[in-house]
């Protein structure tokens, strides 16, 4: 008996590609075919079993940097749009329209549009903690009026979410704030999906996934962590090991890991911060961060610590997550 075929939607980037293809792993030991539609950039393509399909008509990661996170995201979901439609209508065609569902990345929001047309049952999979998409779900809700800069404001304790206040909230080196939240509008917003998968733990996230369950009404699946299931190589870049023999000379559990994730943003006096405040800790380091640090930075940090650049430092399976809460997990059972 032929299996049933699910269809993967990752956001091409590392930290919610390696995710994806984790799940899809687990779903195949359960029988299930996978099908992992992807872009022109960032195509991963050598996991056997899987089939992969490209979407022609797609935006180069490389304009993530030139266009910023919300007119990319923005731009990307509406230049796939029309393709995208194409591609799950070859793929209903190849299988007999037998698709069980699609599971699509939340920042592919176009896909539970698309599933909707074709009367295809839509999954969320939400690569980042489930704080993060508590976060993200507020935000979706705020009026574009408010006034983050405002120190009132800022203080301000999130209703039923103690001890996160606004100022907490992600909002930093994302553009205008009214741009941002009519993004988050798309992304955050369930439509007809029939569920959400988050790669987190009940027993590391339990309020937030309560607050998830009740805000959505949909059911909430914490899954991970994959990467304990899951051995295959999803990198999309060469990778650095020269972190993990670092790490091999450390007493166990006491190294600090940082990573914010790629998206992120810090300015040139957060970095500074960060750096010293890491010094002080009289601990030893790991931080990863998105772009090459500056001179006066890497002194500072040399003293204590190893800093590596997003997307090349080291194994796939945790590096790039995206500030992702089960890395240092991870790292644990890797080092």
Avoid at 89 to 101: G, R
Avoid at 249 to 259: A, D, E, L, P, T
């Amino acid at each position: 008996m032929e299996k049933r075929r699910i269809i993967l939607v990752p956001f091409p980037a590392q930290g919610h590609v390696t995710p994806f293809i984790q799940l899809g792993h687990a779903l195949s030991l359960k029988d299930f075919s996978i099908t992992v539609v992807q872009g022109g950039s960032n195509q991963v393509s050598h996991i056997p079993g899987f089939q992969f399909v490209t979407i022609p008509e797609s935006l180069p990661v490389s304009q993530l940097k030139t266009l910023g996170p919300v007119e990319f995201l923005t731009k990307l979901n509406k230049t796939i749009e029309a393709s995208f439609k194409d591609c799950i209508s070859q793929l209903l065609l190849q299988h007999d329209n037998d698709i069980p569902c699609i599971i699509y990345d939340e920042l592919m929001y176009v896909s539970e549009a698309t599933a909707k047309e074709f009367k295809l049952p839509s999954i969320i999979f939400s690569t980042v903690s489930a704080t993060s998409r508590v976060c993200g779900c507020l935000l979706s809700n705020l009026n574009a009026e408010i006034d983050m800069e405002d120190p009132e404001v800022q203080d301000k304790v999130v209703d039923d979410l103690h001890p996160l206040t606004y100022k907490d909230l992600p909002t930093s080196g994302m553009g205008p704030l009214d741009r941002y939240l009519e993004l988050c509008k798309e992304i955050f917003n369930r439509g007809t999906a029939s569920g959400i998968i988050l790669n987190t733990a009940r027993c590391l996230e339990s309020s937030s996934l309560s607050w998830l369950q009740q805000e959505l009404g949909i059911p909430v699946y914490p899954l991970g962590p994959l990467h304990i299931s899951a051995s295959t190589n999803s990198s999309l870049l060469e990778e650095d090991m020269s972190c993990i023999e670092w790490l091999n000379k450390k007493k166990s559990g006491s190294v600090i890991y940082i990573s914010l994730g790629s998206k992120a943003h810090m300015e040139a006096k957060e970095v500074m911060e960060m750096a010293w405040g890491l010094c002080d800790s009289n601990h030893p380091f790991l931080w990863v961060i998105s772009e090459s640090l500056p001179e006066e930075v890497s002194k500072i940090v040399s003293e204590k610590g190893i800093h590596c650049e997003m997307g090349t430092a080291g194994p796939s399976t945790w590096t790039s997550c995206g500030g992702r809460l089960l890395e240092p997990l991870r790292m644990e059972l890797n080092a």
